[in-house]
């Protein structure tokens, strides 16, 4: 009788374990048709929506935020990213899944995580999908690979909604064998890097790179605790991974960290970790340890790289071909949806920024990161003027005819006083005094003020945006780029920048230039829709 009762008792459990997603399996899909699975939906959602963005990615319908899984593998940029696959809203996260051969063309796949519960080991919560991060699995090191296809590996942070909120965060660890189109879960979804029991809640955005000298990978992201540290293990075969050291004072979403080329040099490298806020520290990592140069200028301010009031989480690709660093971030606006987007009745809610190509250069005040848009963006030019030199009367006598809906536009102009920039009725001022680029999101500011946390305000308690902008050689260059939901400003070559989600005027599209300024050069390049390969 005992025997039997057992024999039922594992009969039960193994039903069980299976209708609950997880199961008994070691490895599970983890873009299961079940409930999550909504792709099919998607469909018949097309891309000419009024305020849909035609050259950044948005989803074809609900929410995304930050980039996942960033990683660069046969011919294809992976970009998977934070999603809701129910709602047009913030809430239960899947991860999204999209692919492009160009950084402007992008696919949207099935989802490739989906929230997962298994009663058997965890009482059967449900888990949503955070942040995480993306590598080849070049020498098969998991033992998936099928064929000449090689296996993608990806770490992410798998919460849930228990009251005991200090253990809810742990690292689970997915793979893909065809390409990033479909994903399973190992272990059943189990962790992979378990609850640090000496931090705090909050321990998430794993991010994952390979370092080549010790052949080993590397895995950093926020720990907590009362000394706000982030935290780097390592791995030899991505599933038992190490405590390295903790780096103190540097607790944020989102770590991100990469190697660059100073001024280019492939033989003078040096380390960068960001966080999602694009605050950063230059220095050197050597498998063991690092050693930091500084994370505040001259004046004691922290080094930033961004100055808008909507860039978030970027994430750079993995395994980038010609030792490029490319990154993305989420450009965000409030939960629930920007007014003008809800107001048009948008099937989604938020988008990424222009993929940018990230490089490391020697200035007079030290080593500083710089971010331009990728050179691809050429690839949708579909006309281009070349206005010269000038006053702005000439210039604007130039400019008169050059109406365009998708910009992106670039001058060197010489200041000698105060100047300003309209451009489909948005205004950028270059304030001579401070030696800045001055942007007043005032329709923005005033309609999600109050739709913020505290915590989480992207505003200094003001619409005002102040990006430095210092004179070099006597000349400020600045790169300007519009889509339909979206103002991206590039100053200097790329030593900062400023990062918006605004609307220009649909019936405005106009561009004329103000002040006591001489031009040195100016290309307005109007752009086509990166979704007419859809």
Known sequence: MKKQIAILGLALNTFIGSALWAGLAPDTPGNKNDQYSSFPKYQDIGYDQVLRPQFHFTSRKNWLNDPNGMVYSDGEWHMLFQHNALVNNTGMKSWGNAVSTDLMH??????????????????????????????????????????????????????????????????????????????????????????????????????????????????????????????????TDLIHWDKMFDLPNKSAECIDMYEL?????????????????????????????????????????????????????????????????????????????????????MPFTQQMSIPAEITLRNTPKGLRVYRMPVKEIQGLYSQSHKLGSGTPSQINAKLKDITPELIDLSIAFSPKGNASFSIRGITIDYDMASQQINFENTERYEGEKKGWKKKDRPYPGKALSQIPAPLMDGVVKLRVLIDRASLEIFVNDGSAAGSFVVVPKPDNRSISIEGNLNVQSMEVHELKSAWDHL
């Open 106 to 235: 992008w696919t949207q796949l099935p989802h490739a995580i989906n929230p997962y519960s298994n009663v058997l080991w965890d009482k059967g919560r449900e888990h949503s999908i955070w942040s995480g991060s993306a590598v080849v699995d070049v020498d098969n090191i998991l033992g998936k690979q099928k064929g000449d296809i090689k296996t993608l590996f990806a770490l992410y942070t798998a919460t849930h909604r228990g009251a005991d909120k200090k253990t809810a965060f742990f690292q689970g660890g997915a793979y893909s064998t065809d390409k990033g189109r479909t994903w399973s879960v190992l272990n059943g979804g189990k962790a992979i890097i378990p609850f640090q029991v000496d931090g705090v809640g909050g321990q998430r955005d794993p991010r994952i790179f390979y370092y080549a000298p010790g052949k080993f990978y590397v895995t950093i992201m926020m720990i907590g605790g009362k000394e706000r540290a982030v935290r780097l293990w390592k791995s």
């Open 261 to 345: 080329a100073v001024d280019g040099d492939p033989n003078n490298k040096k380390w960068v970790i960001a966080d999602a806020n694009t605050r950063y520290e230059v220095g050197e990592f050597d498998g063991k340890s690092w050693k930091g140069f500084g994370a505040v200028d001259e004046n004691d301010n922290p080094l930033k790289f961004e100055y808008g009031d909507a860039y978030y989480a970027a994430q750079a690709f993995n395994q980038a071909p010609k030792n490029r660093v490319v990154h993305v971030g989420w450009l965000r606006s409030k939960a629930g949806g920007y007014r003008p987007f809800l107001e048009a009745g």
